[in-house]
């Protein structure tokens, strides 16, 4: 083929091909059909259209690298039609758009994917998990979504990926699991959480991890643990589970007074837990106490109302007895107005 003649490096032997900074603006149409390991990267390809892989030609391509491309747009249908496909590598590239069916509709064979550096748009990020999410890459055994300054993570995201085994969120920005679900992980081995922001794993997040019974890698170094109250279910876990990876290397961040502590060092008498940390436990505790004291008050006022009845009743029948005659001579009065003798008899006397 023409493109192994100038723009690419083709082995037969190795069934390999490798264009590699060749200022590439699309895929070469005539690749050697042989191919199994495809090496497009440095180059200016911009975006990856539908049909930009014939099946007919490369049927047999099982490694398709495409790292370092200035990748900004993956179209509909753009990667569907390699039925050999187990590997793909889209690192170093400022996606924008990443269409949902970009691996087609019917789904798709891939094993591994590695998208190092290349969700730094939240878009792209929401695209990805509705890739993940619709079943397309049920078939995924390794997803690496590291460097890419992550700071939370869609909901859903990893809820249909059955076959799941490595999972690489290193080197991002997570300030927190609590609104992550790894229930859909069931094969779920490695899953690497260094390099990020965790400031404490709450209870849900760990319960996760206790009920996964494959999971036995996971790394935690460098994050920036807050060593308050709300850690001491953490260190609990790390003193009882074999699943953290070099687990006696991780320390304090805050605050200064524990900047340096081991986590599996910390007891009860470190912390500081004469202030609540759990705002709604804190707020829901007042409610309850307001209820009480106005039942208090409420039993007290009754109280005293059923000491006093007779003084109580004496009074509203007094009141009773004061509107009556008041009342009476209210009506006396129109008696003698509406009576045109008496009228007249009061305006004689008057005279």
């Not at 060749?22 to 440095?42: H, M, Q």
């Not at 390099?195 to 999971?215: E, I």
């Not at 001491?232 to 699943?243: M, N, P, T």
Request: one cysteine or more; a neutral charge.
């Amino acid at each position: 083929p023409d493109s192994c003649r100038g723009l690419c490096e083709c082995s037969e032997p190795a069934k390999t091909v490798k264009c590699v900074n060749k200022n590439l603006t699309a895929v070469p149409p005539d690749l050697p059909s042989y191919v199994r390991t495809l090496f497009i990267t440095g180059n200016r390809l911009g975006r990856l259209p539908a049909g930009a892989f014939p099946a007919q030609r490369l049927s047999d391509l099982s490694a398709l690298n495409l790292s370092g491309n200035h990748l900004r747009e993956v179209e509909a249908g753009a990667l569907s039609a390699l039925p050999a496909l187990r590997q793909l590598d889209l690192s170093g590239n400022p996606l924008v758009s990443l269409s949902p069916q970009a691996f087609g509709e019917s789904g798709s064979p891939l094993e591994e994917l590695t998208l190092r550096g290349a969700l730094r748009n939240h878009t792209v990020l929401l695209s990805l998990a509705a890739v993940l999410q619709s079943g397309a890459l049920r078939n995924l055994s390794r997803l690496e979504l590291a460097d890419n300054g992550l700071v939370v993570l869609p909901t859903s995201m990893f809820t249909a990926l059955p076959a799941l085994r490595q999972l690489d969120l290193s080197n991002n920005s997570l300030v927190g699991l609590h609104n992550v679900s790894f229930q859909g992980l069931g094969q779920l081995q490695s899953l690497n959480l260094s390099d990020n922001s965790l400031s404490v794993l709450r209870n849900g997040t760990l319960a996760q991890f206790r009920s996964m019974p494959t999971l036995r890698r996971i790394s935690l170094g460098r994050n920036t643990w807050v060593c308050d109250c709300a850690i001491e279910d953490l260190v609990a876990w790390l003193k009882e589970s074999d699943q953290v990876e070099d687990k006696e290397a991780l320390t304090c961040a805050y605050p200064d007074k524990m900047l340096g502590k081991a986590l599996l060092k910390i007891n009860g008498s470190d912390l500081n837990c004469s202030v609540p940390t759990d705002l709604p436990s804190q707020l829901q505790t007042s409610y309850v106490f307001l209820g009480i004291v106005l039942a208090l008050i409420g039993a007290i006022f009754l109280l005293v109302l059923y000491l006093n009845r007779k003084g109580i009743k004496k009074w509203m029948h007094n009141i009773r007895d004061a509107c009556r005659d008041h009342m009476e001579g209210y009506h006396y009065r129109y008696e003698i107005n509406a009576d045109p003798r008496l009228t007249n008899l009061s305006s004689n006397s008057d005279v």
